[in-house]
């Protein structure tokens, strides 16, 4: 018997979710529209959590803090395949960013450290766990800038 696939290309969100201003999901298994349909509809937001999420993609975070602007808390622990180009995007698009959690983001260079001290100067917190692209020395220049 084949299976009927079910394509999901509008997601609609009840109008009184889109004042969300707080949205965690981890641990959980997130495709990219799900990240655009928050982007798309929860424009107020000011906390995301995708910590240990499977499916995080480039596309997907990029849309998001994209469209996102008040965004103070990001946390993407675990979520290793974050490029340095979104991290670039990350820190374009997310002035306001006070927190911002890359454990075990394994692409996250010095570079991108560069990026965010230039661009979020409101940035309290920064956890680089085990981020093995880093360096000591580059920890610490960071928090020069």
């Known amino acids: 018997m084949p299976h009927n696939n079910v394509h999901i290309h509008n997601v609609s969100i009840p109008e009184n979710l889109k004042q969300l201003r707080i949205i965690r999901i981890d641990g959980v298994r997130v495709?990219?529209?799900?990240?655009?349909?928050?982007g798309t509809n929860c424009?107020?937001?000011?906390?995301?959590?995708l910590s240990k999420c499977v499916g995080v993609t480039n596309r997907g975070i990029v849309h998001v803090v994209s469209a996102?602007?008040?965004l103070k808390m990001l946390?993407?622990?675990?979520?290793?395949?974050?490029?340095?180009?979104?991290?670039?995007?990350?820190a374009g698009?997310?002035?306001n960013l006070v927190c911002l959690k890359l454990e075990c983001c394994d692409m996250?260079?010095?570079n991108c450290l560069y990026q965010l001290g230039l661009n979020c100067s409101l940035l309290e917190e920064l956890d680089l766990t085990d981020c093995s692209s880093v360096d000591d020395i580059g920890k610490v220049w960071n928090l020069y800038l």
Do not use: N, W
Not at 31 to 38: G, P, R, S, Y
Not at 43 to 49: C, H, N, P, S, Y
Not at 75 to 90: G, W, Y
């Open 75 to 90: 946390d993407l622990i675990c979520c290793r395949f974050i490029s340095h180009a979104t991290m670039s995007t990350i």
């Open 93 to 95: 698009c997310c002035p």
């Open 43 to 49: 424009k107020l937001l000011v906390e995301l959590g």
């Open 68 to 70: 996102c602007g008040y």
């Open 108 to 110: 996250v260079t010095e």
């Open 31 to 38: 495709f990219d529209f799900i990240l655009q349909t928050i």
